[in-house]
């Protein structure tokens, strides 16, 4: 029973034409994150909800938005995507001092 | 700033061996967490083990478990009996005690059980 879900599992989109990636969870944790990793890297954190609270690094290009309209949704907007925004995606739940549930991931190719 | 080494970038063992992966991790904070993540191919990311920085006591879950040093700052984990299911990519993490709940992850080790 996945508890975190990502959708689409592979996104193919063109240079420049705006992609929205999706996550749900069912373990109602308060606080949900969106990874960014590149082939054989570690996940590198692009911004995180606590409750309806965003949190956006420091470094994650203005290119990359998040919308959380609930507990259960959270989607990652790449507004114009780059031949570098290539990647695997990560949705991960977390609630407190413990472990992040991760989803399984969408694997974006830019064209 | 919190940072996270694993010096091993890739290892691999014989299936029934034991092999121990290694992690060290700079902080100035004395209450934090660290935890050991594994990722298979293709396949998407889960804890392995959890270990609170003021418990003494070394993580177990079954055939793994942690050698916890504090005063080093030092994070290893211990496979025993490894199956080839424990071929993956292994993240090695550090959460904070205070303020926000984000993970510093090092840059992994790629394990290979071979049969």
């Known amino acids: 029973d996945a508890m975190v879900i990502q959708n689409p599992r592979y996104q193919v989109t063109q240079f420049g034409k705006p992609v929205t990636l999706s996550c749900s969870q069912t373990?109602?944790?308060?606080?949900m994150y969106w990874y960014q990793q590149k082939s054989s890297q570690a996940p590198k954190l692009l911004f995180h909800?606590?409750?309806?609270?965003?949190?956006n690094e420091a470094d994650t290009p203005d290119n990359f938005q998040s919308r959380r309209p609930n507990t259960s949704f959270c989607f990652l907007d790449i507004r114009s995507p780059g031949l570098g925004d290539a990647a695997m995606y990560l949705c991960?739940?977390?609630?407190?001092?413990?472990?992040?549930?991760f989803g399984a991931g969408t694997r974006l190719s830019v064209l | 700033a919190q940072t996270v080494t694993q010096s091993q970038p890739e290892m691999s063992v014989q299936e029934a061996e034991t092999v121990t992966l290694s992690c060290t991790y700079d902080?100035?904070?004395?209450?934090?967490?660290l935890f050991w993540y594994k990722q298979p191919p293709s396949r998407q990311m889960i804890l392995v083990i959890r270990?609170?920085?003021?418990?003494?006591q070394n993580a177990t879950e079954n055939r793994f478990s942690v050698n916890f040093q504090k005063a080093a700052k030092s994070f290893s984990l211990k496979i025993s009996d490894s199956q080839l299911g424990d071929t993956a990519m292994y993240f090695c993490?550090?959460?904070?005690?205070?303020?926000?709940?984000?993970?510093?992850f090092g840059t992994g080790t790629r394990l290979t059980i071979i049969p």
């Open positions: 991960a739940t977390g609630h407190g001092k413990n472990i992040q549930y």
């Open positions: 993490a550090f959460m904070t005690d205070f303020g926000n709940e984000k993970l510093t």
């Open positions: 373990l109602n944790h308060n606080v």
């Open positions: 902080t100035s904070e004395n209450n934090y967490y």
């Open positions: 909800y606590y409750d309806k609270d965003f949190n």
């Open positions: 270990q609170e920085a003021y418990k003494q």
